[in-house]
């Protein structure tokens, strides 16, 4: 791996979880609007407490997913397909990889 391929790939580690700290920061930014009371100190349940962290940690997937394709997007007319076929094919995390991979594939498609 050259130095242009580690830039590259702290890039593509960074954009997607800068992204996914957006969504929870937007989702804050929401939820402050529709249900100010959300944040006021009050005695919860465990049922509120699990049904927060499950939305706490879809909106981090789904920032890091977006984060992804917007990296892919981006840097789509720069880098040629077998640069980035490392980054975004490599079975690392089983399911962010198929999801990775999907995107990457529809992105960049094959041109056999």
Known sequence: MNQRDRWLFLTAVFIPLTTAVGAIFLLVWILK????????????????LLVGMAVLLITLIAGF????????LI???FVSRSVLESIFT???VPVF????AW??????????
């Open 90 to 92: 490599q079975p690392k």
């Open 65 to 72: 997913l977006a984060g992804a394709l917007v990296f892919l």
């Open 97 to 100: 990889s198929q999801a990775l």
């Open 103 to 112: 995107f990457f594939n529809r992105i960049y498609p094959d041109k056999k």
């Open 33 to 48: 609007g529709v249900a100010p009371g959300v944040f006021e100190a009050h005695d919860s349940s465990g049922l509120e």
């Open 75 to 77: 840097w789509r007319p």
